[in-house]
């Protein structure tokens, strides 16, 4: 199987379709790539649920401040501009609506845009949601950067979410190290290929039917 | 004149009963008022539930609560990360009880409170394993779930600055939950770093008006979690 795209390259890909001057909250791992991306002339505003809208990157060591951190609890820094909030207004921005892209990463999409990233749901695993069901309900465009399949293998693309869901039919745009997928009412299409990768290859590395390119 | 000053953290949690359901405000180490969990550790009193993002990290402030056998329940969004390990040992024993809470529905639930709204609607859990057994009603077309409010009797929170009236500003991403928390207390008590005479902070700028404030210690040079952990310490 070819590569397709690196964890860099997919950010990248999703980077180019937020427009100029969105807010934008950025998941943990390969979503918090997006913020290297940024395409020229654009600027988006980095919101983060613990309360900051404007945040910068992360500081040199000598720079940090213990009482500035993002959701994921790295320390960050506050750009010009920047605004500080508490947790209600904060989820305000993002349940009423005035959020407007959320790149987050995923264990299962479905074909019908459910998606499941917050827990297993095995025995003994301790639940733990944070603001994820709270992001895909308010958000205005849910994107999901992902690799295409499990280290195992396994599909993460899929036609029903075995884990639990953290929200139903949300999911707008995927971008995996194969493809830009689609969901659609008729199910995953794919949008664009990977250099070197072939539809077939996305098929069969996908849990459920895909859809050429149109 | 009125001022909500007391001497030292341990006056000011004296009273905390077997059994009180407590706020802690913070997001992770950012906002956790450590010299007031300390405190309370010290104090002693045990059953308590308690309402926080998290359940703490290493071996100090509310990890070192729950650690001491204090906690009987905690409400929380994300109870797991890299650096707690004392909550997970005591949830997978059976030893303390959980309710997971999404973020943005804890904060709400903690604003409601303190706003005198007992319940509301929100999209948030729709379609999911935590929306089991809550009333669900249509708006417009759209599924929302029934949420109510949370109130308890004390909320501890740290501070930037308070006056006497405990009018508050906080430092950054410090703030997070405790405006909420402190609204939805019947106590609320305060470690402040810097404490100024009335007129000190700019009516404009106050972040907590002094209404929703009970008690404020002054703790000038306070620890910081991270701190602590990184350096490997415990408490007691």
């Known amino acids: 199987m070819s590569t397709g795209w690196t964890r860099e390259q997919m950010a990248a890909r999703a980077a180019q379709d937020i427009p100029d001057g969105s807010y934008v909250n950025l998941g943990i791992g390969i979503p918090e790539l997006v913020t290297r991306f940024v395409p020229a002339g654009r600027e988006f505003i980095y919101h983060t649920e613990n309360g900051m809208l404007g945040m910068g990157p992360p500081p040199e060591e000598a ?15 506050a750009l010009p501009g920047a605004a500080y909030f508490h947790h209600a207004d904060s989820f305000s921005m993002i349940r009423g609506g005035h959020i407007d892209v959320c790149v987050l990463g995923t264990m299962q999409v479905a074909a019908n845009g459910d998606i499941a990233n917050w827990s297993t749901g095995a025995p003994g695993a301790i639940p733990a949601v944070g603001g994820a069901m709270d992001l895909v309900q308010g958000v205005k465009r849910i994107y999901v950067i992902t690799q295409h399949t499990t280290k195992t293998g396994e599909p993460k693309l899929v036609e029903t979410c075995s884990y639990p869901l953290t929200g139903p039919g949300v999911v707008s ?14 199910g995953f299409r794919v949008a664009e290929l990977a250099p070197g990768v072939t539809f077939e290859e996305v098929q069969q590395n996908t849990g459920a039917p895909v859809l050429p390119p149109n | 004149m009125i001022d ?15 059994g009180a359901t407590v706020m802690i405000g913070g997001f992770g180490a950012s906002g956790s008022p450590v010299e007031l969990i300390h405190a309370l550790i010290d104090h002693g009193a045990t059953g308590l539930t308690v309402i926080n993002n998290n359940t703490g990290n ?9 650690g001491n056998g204090q906690v009987s329940k905690m409400i929380c969004s994300f109870p797991r990360s890299s650096q707690s390990k004392v909550f997970p040992a005591l949830y997978r024993e059976g030893r303390i009880e959980l309710e997971v809470v999404p973020q943005g529905t ?30 669900q009603r249509d708006f417009n077309g759209r599924a929302y779930v029934l949420e109510p409010w949370l109130k308890a009797d004390i909320a501890l929170i740290k501070s930037e600055v308070a006056d006497p009236l405990g009018n508050l500003t906080f430092n950054k991403t410090a703030r997070n939950f405790c405006p909420l928390m402190c609204m939805a207390a019947t106590t609320t008590i305060v470690q402040t770093k810097k404490f100024v005479a009335r007129g000190g902070i700019d009516p404009e700028h106050v972040i907590t008006p002094g209404i929703f404030v009970n008690r ?13 952990i990184a350096e490997g310490r415990s408490y007691p």
């Open chain 2, 4 to 18: 909500k000053k007391y001497p030292s953290v341990a006056a000011a949690v004296a009273d905390i009963p077997d």
């Open chain 2, 58 to 66: 290493g071996e100090v402030g509310l990890a070192a609560l729950i």
């Open chain 2, 216 to 228: 404020i210690v002054e703790v000038p040079d306070p620890v910081h979690e991270d701190t602590l």
């Open chain 1, 63 to 77: 720079e940090r401040d213990l009482d500035l951190m993002n959701a994921g609890k790295k320390y960050v820094t």
């Open chain 1, 173 to 186: 745009r995927i971008f995996t190290n194969l493809a830009v997928v689609d969901v659609t009412p008729d």
């Open chain 2, 106 to 135: 804890l904060a709400e639930r903690i604003r409601a409170a303190g706003a005198g709204i007992p319940a509301f609607y929100t999209p948030t859990t729709v379609g999911t394993i935590l929306a089991e057994g809550k009333e």
